[in-house]
């Protein structure tokens, strides 16, 4: 498909984002290889995910691989469009033709991706990404939409956040394939390291994969390249396991759930929109003569064509 053409590519993902009808149709024709490597990098605000994004690309580079990147970036309050300041701390790798950036606003999605995410990954698969890297907004520790889109999740920390450990255990801990604790160099990134190691010694480790701890400077670019190398043997690890195929499966079920779920609301408010008799109980509910679930249930059952309710 569109195999270096960088201006076909952003074009399709502009069209991908508006999550329309025309977008459906890109992405029913396109056929992604499964080839590349997709990594999430995820973690609280301040974390330095965006500087380890740009590390990790330039070693990534010095290998010879194509890199996509994908930056999750706060909505605008007024305009919806994103910020685009991960853009800025990237520059160096602007004009290199074996990558591709493309920044995303979150548009109102809680999960610290934007919905229309997986889209942008396959097209960037399809057109010849060795390895796409998946930098999240930064939301806490309900970020987890990262995990129905990437192969292995980095989930990155910062010694002040030692104190924040067991509250977040039961959320962003628990999906992270490798720890980062950036910013190695502040008070406490030690003491992090350790406390992290010693949870994850109680913790199931899936097809014999145990998360590494690493300590890093991103800034400096100190250890960064023995992230990039546990990124690599990560990936190997989970295709030579099957796990890497287990977890695609799992993302195909759950992408095919919210497709179906989108098409359906889709429907049924287009059939509310032109039959007056289903809008009549879209009122009712309105005034508070009858309840939302009742409304659907109603609503459900006349499109549906299983009768009328009594």
């Not at 999750?72 to 305009?79: E, G, K, L, M």
């Not at 004009?95 to 997986?118: C, K, N, Y």
């Not at 950036?182 to 008070?187: C, G, Q, V």
């Not at 929109?273 to 289903?278: G, T, V």
């Amino acid at each position: 498909m569109m195999q270096g053409n960088a201006r076909a590519l952003a074009r399709l993902i502009t069209i991908v984002e508006r999550d329309d009808e025309e977008s459906y149709q890109v992405l029913r024709r396109i056929s992604p290889s499964g080839k590349a490597h997709r990594v999430g990098v995820t973690g609280p605000p301040g974390a330095g995910k965006s500087t380890l994004v740009n590390r990790l690309t330039s070693f990534a580079r010095q290998d010879e691989l194509r890199v996509g990147i994908i930056c999750a970036d706060p909505s605008s309050p007024f305009s919806g469009g994103a910020v685009l300041g991960d853009r800025v701390r990237m520059q160096q790798h602007y004009m290199d033709e074996g990558v591709h950036i493309r920044s995303m606003s979150l548009r109102g999605s809680l999960g610290g991706l934007p919905a229309t995410v997986h889209g942008v990954i396959k097209l960037m698969d399809a057109s010849g990404k060795d390895l796409i890297l998946v930098e999240t907004v930064g939301v806490g520790q309900m970020e987890l939409d990262v995990m129905d889109n990437v192969d292995t999740v980095v989930v990155t920390l910062v010694p002040e956040a030692g104190d924040d450990i067991q509250a977040m255990k039961a959320g962003l801990m628990e999906i992270a394939d490798i720890f980062v604790v950036n910013k190695a160099d502040r008070s406490g990134a030690d003491s992090l390291v350790v406390s992290i190691r010693s949870m994850l010694d109680l913790v199931c480790h899936d097809g014999g994969w145990k998360a590494p701890v690493l300590a890093t400077q991103a800034e400096n670019n100190i250890g960064v390249e023995e992230l990039y190398q546990q990124i690599r043997r990560h990936w190997k690890t989970c295709a030579d396991s099957g796990i890497l195929e287990e977890r695609r499966a799992r993302q195909r079920r759950n992408e095919l759930a919210t497709v179906l779920q989108k098409m359906v609301v889709q429907e049924f408010t287009k059939a509310i929109a032109s039959d007056p008799r289903l809008a009549e109980y879209v009122s009712q509910m309105n005034e508070g003569s009858i309840s939302p679930y009742a409304a659907a249930e109603t609503i459900y059952s006349i499109i549906a064509q299983k009768g009328e309710p009594e």
